[in-house]
């Protein structure tokens, strides 16, 4: 598999903010008097690697359309608040491995997330170093493939791999004619990926090895 450069997926690739989630949304369902069930970690779970939008709608299923709207809107803001006080948990190996990577690769981000979470995630984690580029859905509103090929375009990447724990991931890389790493630790699951790493410290091994040939 050749490749001059890594684009990364980032929730259930990098890291899990699930648990900074739930409170964020439980803060905005308090705040706006809505009455729900207590949102927890594995509600955020079930909806992560979807547009934030479509998190929403999903979890808060029924909610008349102006209560969504507001839980949309105000939960985007609140989630950025809650991760940059909590921060999320990093998967075994991130911390080294990105190092290494960024050596040898120009690596890059897009994510289905929110404005201003992939700048919390680099923030929180002092990774930003790492990362050349990155575009989200709450930057352009447009699909991930779009964001991916925005990704390649501007930056010049001539053989790019995208790495991605989801389906929406890998259909997005098909899109782009992209190579597709499933990160099988995370939340979803692949369609037939190029290739399967089973943990970061897999993967890191896997991305390097071609330089080592």
């Not at 890291?15 to 008097?33: E, I, K, M, Y």
């Not at 930003?128 to 990155?134: A, K, R």
Request: with cysteine; charged share 20%.
């Amino acid at each position: 598999m050749q490749f001059d450069s890594i684009v990364f997926d980032l929730d259930g690739t990098l890291w899990d903010t699930t648990p900074a989630c739930a409170v964020a949304w439980n803060s905005v369902l308090q705040r706006n008097g809505l009455a729900f069930r207590e949102i927890t970690a594995d509600d955020v779970r079930q909806v992560t690697g979807k547009p934030h939008d479509d998190c929403i709608r999903l979890t808060f299923e029924g909610f008349p359309e102006h209560e969504l709207q507001a839980v949309i809107d105000q939960t985007a803001v609140e989630d950025n608040v809650a991760i940059a006080r909590m921060g999320g948990t990093l998967y075994p190996g991130v911390g080294e491995g990105l190092p290494l990577l960024a050596e040898r690769f120009p690596l890059f981000i897009v994510s289905n997330c929110q404005e201003g979470y992939i700048e919390t995630f680099l923030s929180f984690t002092g990774f930003g170093s790492y990362f050349q580029d990155f575009e989200c859905f709450g930057n352009t509103g447009r699909p991930k493939s779009e964001n991916l090929s925005r990704v390649i375009d501007r930056n010049g990447l001539q053989a790019p791999i995208m790495i991605g724990d989801a389906e929406g991931d890998e259909v997005a890389a098909r899109a782009c004619g992209v190579p597709f790493i499933l990160a099988s630790y995370g939340f979803g699951r692949g369609i037939a990926p190029d290739h399967v790493c089973h943990s970061f410290r897999d993967l890191t091994e896997f991305l390097l090895q071609p330089m080592t040939n």
